[in-house]
């Protein structure tokens, strides 16, 4: 089945600065790589998610890039603020199947 | 268009309880996914259910059952309460089996004493 491994686990950056989170997926007939934000006792928000026809996606300050053959997703944040702060998931769709299998999370931590 | 709702938000039971715990879909899916979110960890796939069927399970015993209703709520059923059991559960819906965007609820936090 599907593994996704996520790095770093935390993350701490300087309000304005860049942050970039890492995810590999090891099923290359995974298709869908979504994100979500979890901020502290909240339900998990999709912000960006990216299909495999695609290698890269923008939404505003959040990007994210796929590479198919390395099996590697990340998402970019750019100029970013204090209410950026939280937990990011990444996740990849299993298979044919619909389900989500996701990675350990990444606390960022933006400080003013 | 409606959210997803979950009830209870917060649950205590003891070691050997049953519990089941409720999901509305968002206005329009007909698909609703469970999963478990131990705390620190990401979401785990439970089970899915499409149009009233179990459409996917993930790696947990038969004491975690479901069911989904005509209108395409749902619930997660629990037997025999363990204490691994403490976890946030969370549900998300989805328009249909073959649309991969989900969209969660606020989840229901479980507490096994």
């Known amino acids: 089945g599907e593994n996704v491994e996520q790095h770093p686990s935390t993350l701490s950056v300087q309000e304005g600065d860049s942050a970039v989170i890492k995810c590999t997926y090891s099923d290359s007939a995974s298709n869908y790589f979504p994100w979500y934000k979890q901020e502290l006792g909240k339900r998990p928000q999709l912000i960006i998610d990216?299909?495999?026809?695609?290698g890269e996606k923008k939404d505003q300050r959040i990007a994210v890039t796929l590479n198919k053959t390395a099996k590697h997703f990340s998402l970019h944040i750019t100029e970013t603020q204090p209410e950026d702060s939280a937990v990011y998931f990444c996740?990849?769709?299993?298979?044919?199947?619909?389900?989500?299998?996701f990675g350990k999370g990444t606390k960022l931590s933006v400080k003013p | 268009e409606t959210g997803v709702t979950q009830s209870p938000t917060h649950l205590i039971k003891t070691r050997g309880q049953q519990v089941t715990l409720r999901c509305s879909s968002q206005?329009?899916?007909?698909?609703v996914s469970w999963y478990q979110q131990a705390l620190g960890q990401g979401p785990q796939f439970i089970f899915q259910?499409?149009?009233?069927?179990?459409?996917g399970r993930g790696n947990f015993p038969p004491r975690f059952s479901g069911l989904q209703f005509p209108n395409y709520s749902s619930e997660l059923n629990v037997n025999a309460l363990e204490l691994d059991d403490s976890a946030l559960y969370l549900c998300?819906?989805?328009?249909?089996?073959?649309?991969?965007?989900?969209?969660f609820g606020p989840g229901t936090r479980l507490l096994v004493l």
């Open positions: 259910y499409y149009r009233e069927e179990e459409n």
């Open positions: 990216i299909r495999s026809n695609v």
């Open positions: 996740a990849a769709k299993e298979g044919s199947q619909g389900n989500l299998i």
């Open positions: 998300a819906s989805s328009l249909n089996a073959g649309e991969e965007t989900q969209y």
């Open positions: 206005s329009g899916h007909n698909t």
